[in-house]
Each structure stands twice: as C-alpha cells, then as structure tokens.
C-alpha cells in the first residue's frame, strides 16, 4: 500500500526504507493508468471523442489534431485579439522614447516596446498553425473586424504614465496571461511562456518607474499618484465584462482555453496591487477597497462597464489617432513586405 500523503517532501521520511516495493507499487500504477487511457481512446470513437479526451486528460491540442470548428474560430479570435493588443499597445509607450528622462531610460522603453512587437510576431505565428495567415489577420483588424485591448485607447499624459502602465497593465496582462501557459492549444500555451517572462521584467520596470518617482520631490509624488488615479480602472476593465456579461467564457473555460472567469483574475489583480501600492506609498483611487475577512479578498468598486463598452466599440478617447497611426505605418512598411516578398521568391528560385 502507498503511504498516505503526508506534509513532508522527503521521500524516504514518507515511504520508509522500502523503496523497491515503493517503485514496484508506482509501476503497477502507471500500468493502469495507460490501460485506462487505452480504454478512453478505444472508446472515442471518432475524432470528436478524441478531442474531448485530450481535453477532459489536461493535455494539449496540436495543430494536425481534430478539432470542432468553434474551438480553431474562438482560438484565432482570442489570439488574434491578443496579437493586435500587443502590437497597438507599442504606440502609448513609443510615443515616450525621445521623451523618457534619461538615456537608461530611453534603452529600457525601446527594449520594452521591442518585445511588444516580438510578442506580437509569436502570436501571429501562434494563430497561423491554425490555417489563417498574419496578412488576413492584420487586414482583418485594419478593417475594425477584429479587436485588441481596450486599455490601450487611453492617453499617456505624462512620464509617470510609463510607469503605471508598466505596472498596473502589464501587471494585470501578467495575471491574465499566465493561466494561458496552460491553455489546451499547444502553439498558444507554448508562446505565452515566453511573452510571460518578458512582462514580468514590463512589470517591474514600471514599478521602479512609480517608485523613483514616489520617494522623489512633492511634484513627482503627485504625478505618479496622478497617473495610477487615470490607470486603475481601466486596467480593472482589461479583464473584460462581469462574468454574468461575459459571452466565451463558459466555453473557452469548458475548452481550458480560459482557466479563470474575468472576475476571477480582476480579484486576484487587485488582491496583489493593495500591497504593492503600500509599498509604493501611493493610494488607489476606491475609497470602498477594504478587506472582506470572510472572503479573504478585497472588496472593490467595479470599473464602468458601460465606459468598457463604448471603448471596446470604437469610441474610447484615443481609438481614432491608434487605427490611423496603425494604417499608415502599414501602408508606409508596404514597399519593405514586397521587398522581404521579392528577396524570398528569388531565394526559392536560386534553390
Ligand atoms: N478589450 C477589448 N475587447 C474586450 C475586452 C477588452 N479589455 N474584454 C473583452 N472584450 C471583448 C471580447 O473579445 C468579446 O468580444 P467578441 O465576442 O466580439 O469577440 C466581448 O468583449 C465579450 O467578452 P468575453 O469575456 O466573452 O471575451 P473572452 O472570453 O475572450 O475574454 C479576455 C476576454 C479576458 C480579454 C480574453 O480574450 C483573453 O484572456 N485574451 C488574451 C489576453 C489578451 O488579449 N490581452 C490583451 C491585452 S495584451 C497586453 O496587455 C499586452 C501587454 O504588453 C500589456
């Protein structure tokens, strides 16, 4: 018999001395474990039992697997969605380069919004295994049929905005993203690993941004106080309607596309900002934020829903300057996609 599951780590405290038998007792059920996948598998008749085996054992969707038409169509509307994010989201930020306070500063941000374009890049690609290219994807956006984030249709005032931006919406990119390391579909749950480590090193700039500028002079205290009052709701709307408003989330959680409702990962978000905030020394803009010891979380006030919507349809303060500034960067990059088209034809033709 297995020991019973006890606190400690070490082995042989847990098992004793009879690692022979142990080993022997973990073969016996690995061996039935794999009669049991057998069995599954001889009983999915067909590939859409398949599928939903894949799904029910926690393990991944490869591009050449079967899968419903609804699963490919939501995930190439989700990272899709996200490609666009991370591409539009360059523009906030770029517009600081030439502005940001020192030189360090100035390397940082270009860094930082090289790895938005790489994040991009990696998406597109992740979107491509499912049989659509980046060209339709982009075309797709420039006509407004497809969407990207809400948050970046908001201005970025002033130097502090960097900041906040670093941490409250890579912050809360970082509590909805890493869920999707786990994602059922390969490709995706593979890219987002990466694009992970990378906004976790987003977050913490922006958070040594907000710092410098908090233990700095009274006018600095206040123009990071200033941004992170602009920032925090709309990073709490990022993670998308109320889950009672929320049209993918039962399924694209039923498919382990999503692990957490939108409410879900808003909570956790705010759980963590409280305490960064207070070492920060500055306050967030909820004057009802107060720990519910019953729920062991904060309560909070929900950001504006309505505000969300209209954002998400066009209308936010910036979506106008973000699509125009987006088209014409595609039609002045034209002659480098012929160029990079023309060099890889006459590639192919060499060979
Ligand atoms: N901005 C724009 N659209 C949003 C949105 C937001 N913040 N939140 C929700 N929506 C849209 C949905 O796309 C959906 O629209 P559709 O039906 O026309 O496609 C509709 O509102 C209803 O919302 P749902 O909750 O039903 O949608 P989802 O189940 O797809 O959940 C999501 C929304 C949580 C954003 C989910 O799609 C997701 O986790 N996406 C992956 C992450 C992502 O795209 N993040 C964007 C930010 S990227 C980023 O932050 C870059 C970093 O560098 C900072």
Redesign the pocket.
């Known amino acids: 018999m297995l020991a019973k599951p006890s606190e400690s780590c070490n082995t042989v405290e847990v098992y004793g001395n009879d690692i022979p038998g142990l080993l022997g007792e973990v073969e016996a059920a690995e061996t039935a474990l794999r009669e049991a996948a057998a069995r599954d598998t001889e009983a999915a008749h067909g590939e859409a039992a398949y599928f939903d085996a894949v799904i029910k054992a926690d393990q991944k969707i490869e591009p050449r697997d079967w899968m419903p038409d609804s699963y490919r169509k939501?995930l190439i509307?989700?990272?899709a969605?996200?490609?666009h994010?991370?591409i539009i989201?360059m523009q906030p930020e770029g517009n600081w380069i030439s502005r940001a306070p020192t030189l360090k500063r100035k390397a940082i941000l270009l860094a930082k919004v090289q790895?938005?374009a790489g994040?991009g890049l990696y998406l597109y690609a992740a979107a491509e295994t499912l049989g659509v290219s980046r060209d339709e994807l982009v075309e797709l956006l420039l006509a407004g049929r497809?969407?990207?984030?809400?948050?970046?249709n908001y201005p970025t005032l002033t130097w502090a905005d960097v900041g906040a931006?670093g941490w409250l919406?890579?912050g809360?990119?970082i509590v909805?993203?890493v869920p999707?390391c786990r994602c059922s579909y390969g490709p995706y749950a593979r890219a987002m690993i990466r694009?992970c480590k990378e906004?976790s090193f987003?977050q913490r700039q922006g958070f040594e941004i907000l710092h410098t500028l908090s233990h700095g002079t009274e006018a600095q205290r206040a123009m990071a106080q200033g941004a992170v009052d602009r920032w925090w709701y709309p990073s709490l709307?990022?993670?998308?309607?109320p889950?009672a408003?929320?049209?993918?989330?039962a399924q694209?959680m039923a498919w382990k596309?999503?692990r957490f409702s939108?409410d879900e990962?808003r909570q956790r978000f705010v759980d963590m900002c409280v305490q960064q905030a207070g070492v920060l020394g500055l306050t967030l803009p909820d004057p009802d934020l107060r720990w519910n010891e019953e729920r062991q979380a904060y309560d909070y006030t929900q950001p504006d829903y309505d505000e969300?919507?209209r954002?998400?349809k066009g209308d936010g303060p910036c979506n106008r300057q973000r699509m125009a500034h987006r088209r014409r960067s595609h039609d002045e990059g034209a002659w480098v996609r012929e160029a990079a088209a023309a060099y890889a034809k006459k590639r192919a033709a060499d060979a």
């Open positions: 939501t509307r989700q990272i969605q996200h490609a994010s991370e989201g790895d938005e994040h497809q969407k990207y984030s809400s948050i970046f931006i919406v890579d809360a990119a909805n993203q999707l694009i906004e987003h709307a990022m993670f998308g309607p889950d408003d929320s049209t993918h989330s694209s596309i999503k939108n990962l969300l919507m954002v998400i």
